[in-house]
C-alpha cells in the first residue's frame, strides 16, 4: 500500500503543478501574451534571486567613500532610513501593479496601461528605452564591481602587482565574469533557481559572519562619532546639500528591486508571488544594510587609512585594520565577492527578459530578431547575447578611462528610479481621478492614494540630488555624468521615435486570445497534458 499512496501524492503534486502554471498561461494569455519561457521558479528560490540583485549591505560596503566624503556617517544611518522608508512605499506601488500585470516588461508595460490613450505609445516608447538602458547599466555596474574587487585584492596581496595595475585587467576579469553568466543563463538555466537560493541564504550568513569579527575585533569608534557626525568634504557645498549627496550611497544600495519582476513569466504564481517577493526583499535588505552600517560605522577605524587604500575599496582595509591578518580579509572580502557575482547572474537573466520583452513589442532596432526564444533551452538567447556582448563593449571604455566607464555606470540608479516614478504616477492620477483600476490579487487599498504619494516625493527628491557632482569645482573626474548620459539616452530614443517608433510602435503586442482553447492549442501545457488539463 505505501508505494500506492507514494504514487498518489506523487500524481497530486504533478496536478498541483500542471494547475500552477496553467493558471499562469491563463492569466498571461488574457494580458496577450504567449507562455514561451518556462517556470523554473518557485517562492523562495526567487525570494533569494530578488534579494541577492538588491544586495543592500553588500553594495554598502563596495562603494563606502561617497558616503564618508558627503554627510558622513549621519547620511549614511539618517540617510538609509529616509531611503528605506522611500523604497518600501515605491516597492508597495511596483507590487500592486506587478499583481495587475505580472510580465517581463514591468515597467513600460504598466505606463500604456496607465497612460492617456493620447500619449500612451509615445510614453511607452521612452519609458521602454530607459527602462532597458537603465538597467544594461545596472548590470555593467554589477561586472566592473565585481572585477574591480578582484583586482583590489589582487592588489591588497601582492605588493609587486600593486606597484603597476593595469585597467585592461579589470577588463578581462570583466569579460571572464560575463562569459561566465552567459554560459549559465544559456546552457545550465535550471541551476540559476538553485543558485540564486543559495545565494539568497549566503546574504544573512554572511552579514553574521562579516560583522561579528568587525564588532569583536576592530578598535570601537565613538558613539558621538556613529551618530553625530557630519562630514563635509565637498569643497564648496553646504552641510545639507552635501547631506544629500551622500544619500547617493544608500539610494545605489537599495535600487533595483524591481530586476525580479522582469522573470514574472518565469514564476510560478506570479501574481501573488511576485508582490511578496518584492517587498519582503526590500525588507530582508532594509533590516540587514541598517544593521551593518551601525555595525561598521563602530569598527571603522582609522577611515583616512581606508580611504586613501590603494586597493579602490576602503572596505578591504577596515577588514584588514580589524583583523590584522591579510589572509582573513581577503577571505571576508571573496564573500562579498561570491555575492555580487551571484548579483550580476541574476542581473543578466533580468536584463536579458526585459530587453526580449521590449523587443517582443517592436521596441528595439531589429526586435524580431532579439525577439526570438530559443525552443529547445526555453531563453531568449539572442537577447542574453545582447546584453552580454554590450558589457564586454562598454567595459572596452575602462581601458582608455575609468572616468568613461563611470559615467556609463553613474546612469544606473537615476534612470531606474525614473522607470520607477513613470508608472507610479500614471496610477497615482488614476487614483486622484478614481478611474476604475483593475487590481489584481494583492492591492494597497484605502492605503494605496497616500502609499503612491510618498513614494513620488521621494523619488523626485532622490533624482534631484543623484545627478550632483560630488564635489566642487566641478573638474572632468569629479564630474557626475549621469545627467548627460541620460539626455543622450533620451535623444537616442527620440530619435529612433522619429525614424521608426511613431509609425510602427503601438505599445505591447497582443499576440494571444483570451480562451482556455487556445491554451491548450499553443501547446503551451503541452501535447501529452490535455487529459490533465480535462480532469483540472
Not at 549591505?57 to 561617497?66: G, P, T
Not at 545565494?199 to 565613538?222: D, K
Not at 577611515?303 to 575599496?313: H, R
Not at 566641478?474 to 564630474?479: L, P
Request: glycine residues 8%.
Amino acid at each position: 500500500m505505501a508505494p500506492n499512496h507514494q504514487q498518489s501524492r506523487s500524481e497530486n503534486k504533478e496536478l498541483s503543478d500542471d494547475a500552477s502554471e496553467i493558471n499562469d498561461v491563463i492569466l498571461l494569455e488574457h494580458l496577450g501574451k504567449k507562455s514561451q519561457l518556462k517556470r523554473i521558479f518557485g517562492f523562495l528560490a526567487m525570494l533569494g534571486f530578488s534579494s541577492t540583485i538588491l544586495s543592500s549591505w553588500e553594495s554598502m560596503c563596495s562603494i563606502l567613500s561617497a558616503g564618508f566624503f558627503n554627510g558622513g556617517p549621519v547620511s549614511l544611518i539618517y540617510g538609509m532610513l529616509l531611503v528605506i522608508s522611500g523604497s518600501l512605499t515605491i516597492a508597495a506601488s511596483l507590487a500592486e501593479m506587478a499583481s495587475i500585470c505580472p510580465v517581463a516588461g514591468a515597467q513600460y508595460h504598466w505606463t500604456f496601461i496607465f497612460a492617456p490613450r493620447k500619449w500612451a505609445n509615445f510614453i511607452t516608447w521612452m519609458q521602454g528605452w530607459i527602462t532597458v538602458f537603465a538597467w544594461q547599466a545596472g548590470v555593467t555596474s554589477a561586472a566592473y564591481v565585481t572585477a574591480a574587487e578582484i583586482q583590489g585584492l589582487m592588489i591588497f596581496n601582492y605588493p609587486s602587482y600593486a606597484a603597476d595595475p593595469q585597467r585592461w585587467h579589470a577588463t578581462l576579469l570583466m569579460w571572464a565574469v560575463m562569459l561566465v553568466c552567459f554560459s549559465v543563463n544559456v546552457f545550465a538555466v535550471k541551476l540559476i533557481p538553485i543558485i540564486e537560493l543559495l545565494a539568497g541564504i549566503l546574504h544573512p550568513v554572511l552579514f553574521v559572519a562579516l560583522l561579528v569579527p568587525l564588532v569583536v575585533l576592530a578598535p570601537r569608534s565613538t558613539n558621538e562619532f556613529v551618530w553625530t557626525e557630519l562630514v563635509n568634504e565637498s569643497g564648496g557645498y553646504s552641510d545639507g546639500v552635501s547631506w544629500c549627496i551622500g544619500l547617493l550611497t544608500v539610494a545605489y544600495s537599495f535600487s533595483g528591486f524591481d530586476g525580479a519582476i522582469h522573470m514574472s513569466e518565469e514564476v510560478r504564481h506570479a501574481a501573488t508571488a511576485m508582490p511578496k517577493i518584492i517587498i519582503l526583499s526590500v525588507v530582508i535588505n532594509a533590516v540587514l544594510a541598517f544593521g551593518f552600517v551601525i555595525g561598521l560605522l563602530y569598527s571603522v577605524g582609522n577611515i583616512q587609512n581606508a580611504l586613501n587604500t590603494p586597493t579602490g575599496f576602503p572596505i578591504i582595509e577596515i577588514f584588514y585594520q580589524a583583523t590584522g591578518s591579510t589572509k582573513a580579509a581577503t577571505a571576508m572580502m571573496s564573500g562579498i565577492i561570491l555575492v555580487f557575482f551571484c548579483a550580476a547572474l541574476g542581473q543578466v537573466a533580468s536584463v536579458s527578459r526585459l530587453t526580449w520583452a521590449f523587443a517582443r513589442d517592436g521596441g528595439l532596432p531589429f526586435s524580431p530578431f532579439f525577439a526570438y526564444v530559443n525552443p529547445h533551452y526555453r531563453v531568449p538567447i539572442r537577447s542574453i547575447c545582447l546584453v552580454v556582448v554590450v558589457v564586454m563593449l562598454l567595459s572596452l571604455i575602462n581601458i582608455g578611462s575609468s572616468v568613461a566607464l563611470n559615467a556609463i555606470v553613474s546612469l544606473t540608479t537615476l534612470a531606474i528610479y525614473i522607470t520607477y516614478l513613470i508608472p507610479i504616477s500614471l496610477l497615482f492620477l488614476k487614483r486622484v481621478r478614481k478611474e476604475h483600476i483593475d487590481f489584481g490579487p494583492f492591492t494597497l487599498g484605502r492605503f494605496g492614494f497616500l502609499i503612491n504619494l510618498y513614494s513620488i516625493i521621494y523619488g523626485i527628491f532622490i533624482v534631484i540630488f543623484l545627478p550632483f557632482p560630488p564635489s566642487l569645482p566641478v573638474t572632468g573626474t569629479t564630474m557626475n555624468y549621469a545627467g548627460p548620459v541620460l539626455g543622450a539616452i533620451l535623444l537616442l530614443a527620440l530619435g529612433d521615435w522619429v525614424v521608426r517608433g511613431q509609425s510602427q510602435f503601438h505599445g505591447p503586442v497582443r499576440e494571444v486570445g483570451d480562451s482556455e482553447n487556445d491554451v491548450k492549442e499553443q501547446g503551451a501545457v503541452g501535447a501529452g497534458d490535455s487529459e490533465k488539463l480535462d480532469k483540472l
